[in-house]
């Protein structure tokens, strides 16, 4: 997008239809007259609001490896989102225990980040800490993160392909691009870790089980 569709294309004859952009298009002066498409944002809120009637009050954690990826995430969440958390940002394994187990003590729920694939050799291990240690609701929306956590909700692809090439079809039939406004993701799959649910003691509604895209048992 930045190499090719900004220098060369931007305001011109061409339409594009874009989706997977992180959380703001602004930065590449998207939306324009012959550019739309659908912005890419983790759906956190969704998430919290699957996660509050199992918590105690509202303070929120933020954990997730010290890449910056995560980094940047977080700052997202703070600007674009407009949440207020503690964060902890982890440098290995051990760490990562360490910092979950310090922010569950100022906290009521934790989000957990991702992992950047650093910690795949311990998947094991961290599975049982978490077993063991979770005593706050943790949700993630990184489906690979949810073996650790109460609940994940995750983006869905086909969502931004469905709607991309929806998106398409009318430029083809002759709306413009600027007539198609610039939109976000919505939807996303929740899945539920039964594990830590009954750890936590926390009593999951039938209808949510049913509903989830998956549950880990």
Request: proline fraction near 5%.
């Amino acid at each position: 997008t930045k190499a090719v569709v900004v220098p060369f294309y931007k305001d011109g004859s061409l339409p594009f239809v874009f989706c997977g952009l992180n959380w703001d298009a602004s930065r590449y002066g998207f939306p324009c007259k012959n550019v739309t498409g659908m912005v890419e944002v983790a759906p956190v809120k969704e998430l919290l609001e699957h996660l509050k009637p199992y918590a105690k009050g509202n303070r929120l954690g933020v954990i997730g490896a010290d890449v910056e990826t995560n980094h940047k995430e977080t700052e997202a969440y703070r600007k674009i989102l407009g949440l207020q958390f503690e964060e902890y940002y982890t440098k290995s394994v051990e760490d990562f225990k360490k910092g979950f187990l310090e922010l569950q003590a100022k906290v009521d729920m934790i989000l957990i980040d991702s992992d950047g694939g650093l910690y795949n050799s311990a998947a094991d291990d961290l599975k049982a800490f978490f077993l063991a240690n979770t005593k706050v609701p943790t949700g993630t929306c990184y489906d690979f993160m949810t073996p650790y956590v109460l609940m994940g909700f995750t983006k869905l692809a086909e969502e931004q392909g469905l709607w991309s090439a929806g998106a398409a079809l009318k430029i083809l039939d002759g709306t413009a691009p600027s007539d198609i406004p610039v939109v976000k993701n919505k939807e996303g799959a929740l899945i539920v870790n039964a594990k830590i649910a009954k750890a936590l003691g926390a009593q999951i509604p039938f209808a949510m089980l049913q509903s989830a895209a998956q549950v880990i048992e």
